[in-house]
């Protein structure tokens, strides 16, 4: 990793100074409101915290270091056209494009990183039982593989605040390189024979991670590819991001940071909806058929809506339009698969459900987010444990919160701690205005 590493170390001086300038000469200016119903309601909107690796605009989608999705396929190295995890770790971390060499540089850090996993934290996740919940396993192992952390025990023998992100890269690029093999144990554990396929020495993260399940078939490394690439970051509010950010403002480690986040992935509105998701789809195709008329498939809405259930894969905290996250997986159903039986019923879903959503008048948001499609392509390849999704997502989610630690160290930010209010606070303030 000597030419990204390198590049960092270029590149902290100046985006230090920069941040220098803006605090010293513009601390006390005021970028918005808060409004009483921001307090009640889940800080929607309020712009408090500082993100470098990706923005996310209600409108236009995610933008990884100002590159939207479709941009991202297109310029980040590939094998075919989705771009490889690796290289989307190098363009979080340093806002620049890898070359093909950069790249591969990465790349093969990462493979040779995974070749070392410590056994007793495959001891530990071979002993859990196979009942438990797979993202519990995961923030386990997660847990247990933190006794390797160097930004511990840099933290231990007092290095200086400035310095911390050298450890925390070297942490998060062995926490990046070491959660397919853990998720991966996780999956043949709980679903096949507990052994672990080979891996390649020059083959990328995703590849690897797919042979290790047991996956062999070409399309399915690229939409593994696809899959790493979209759920990995998503500007700093969302829950998974903002946990791990929070815990690593208190100076835990990558490990303790990033396993907290993954248990807020864990959560049904949050990372769990993608397994919902499938859930939905199939019982939607047990009562309706398997090629609906857009009448059955809104009375099928209507009545799951009457009985309290959500849409899982619809709406958003942000967005307010369809996520280009669901728009690439539709594409890549569109080339790949596109007589497939449930890929064809997320697009009919997707033909009527807005509407139904949107007369309820409530919804902020009544289109498909990144959960909506996920489960339909990864079932077409055979994948279907779908409590297994959320684990998918998490280590795809790795690359993103990682590269945001290292950041937040390099900046030097401090201990998160916002003010509350209590209700009396609110009520007194009501009174007097
Ligand atoms: N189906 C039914 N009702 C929905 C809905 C949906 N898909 N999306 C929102 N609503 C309801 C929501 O429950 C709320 O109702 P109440 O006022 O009765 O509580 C109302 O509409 C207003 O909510 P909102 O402002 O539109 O949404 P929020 O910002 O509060 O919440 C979500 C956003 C994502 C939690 C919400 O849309 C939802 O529950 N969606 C289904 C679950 C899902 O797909 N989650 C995955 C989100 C994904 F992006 C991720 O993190 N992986």
């Excluded at 698969?337 to 139904?356: E, T």
């Amino acid at each position: 990793f000597a030419t990204m590493h390198k590049r960092l170390v270029d590149l902290l001086p100046e985006t230090r100074d920069r941040l220098a300038k803006i605090r010293r000469g513009h601390g006390n200016k005021v970028l918005g409101p808060i409004t009483v119903e921001q307090i009640i309601g889940g800080m929607r909107g309020i712009k408090g915290l500082l993100t470098q690796t990706s923005r996310l605009d209600a409108f236009k989608g995610i933008k990884f270091r100002g590159l939207s999705l479709p941009e991202c396929q297109i310029r980040l190295p590939s094998v075919r056209r989705e771009p490889i995890p690796e290289a989307m770790f190098y363009l979080l971390i340093t806002g620049e494009v890898p070359s093909n060499d950069e790249a591969e540089d990465l790349k093969k850090d990462i493979a040779e990183r995974a070749q070392t996993f410590p056994n007793y934290v495959e001891k530990i996740v071979n002993s859990l039982s196979k009942d438990l919940h797979p993202m519990s396993q995961l923030s386990i192992g997660v847990l247990a593989l933190q006794n390797e952390s160097e930004f511990a025990q840099a933290i231990r023998r007092g290095e200086k605040r400035g310095n911390l992100w050298q450890s925390a890269l070297e942490d998060s690029l062995n926490l990046i390189s070491r959660i397919p093999k853990l998720a991966a144990m996780i999956y043949v554990n709980k679903y096949r024979d507990g052994k672990l396929g080979e891996i390649r020495e020059n083959a990328d993260l995703s590849e690897n991670f797919c042979r290790m399940m047991g996956y062999h078939d070409e399309k399915f490394w690229e939409l593994m590819r696809l899959y790493l690439t979209i759920h990995c970051d998503h500007e700093g509010g969302n829950v998974s991001a903002h946990t791990t950010h929070l815990v690593g403002s208190a100076l835990s480690d990558p490990y303790l940071s990033y396993s907290a986040g993954l248990n807020g992935l864990a959560g049904p509105l949050h990372g769990l909806a993608n397994q919902e998701c499938l859930r939905f789809i199939l019982g939607m195709k047990e009562a309706i058929g398997e090629s609906p008329s857009e009448i059955d498939i809104e009375k099928y809405l209507k009545d799951t809506l009457a009985k309290g259930f959500v849409i899982p894969g619809y709406g958003h905290a942000v967005l307010r339009v369809t996520d280009p996250r669901f728009v690439c997986q539709m594409e890549f159903a569109q080339r790949y698969m596109p007589n497939d039986v449930l890929c064809k019923l997320v697009a009919s879903l997707y033909k009527v459900a807005p509407r139904v959503l949107k007369d309820l008048g409530k919804v902020s948001n009544p289109y498909p987010n990144v959960d909506a499609h996920s489960g339909a392509l990864l079932t077409h390849f055979g994948m279907t444990e779908y409590d297994f999704y959320t684990v998918l997502f998490g280590v795809s989610r790795a690359i993103g919160v990682c590269a945001s630690f290292v950041w937040s160290r390099a900046l030097a930010l401090p201990i998160i701690r916002p003010a509350s209010v209590t209700m009396e606070n609110l009520e007194e303030f009501v009174r007097k205005t």
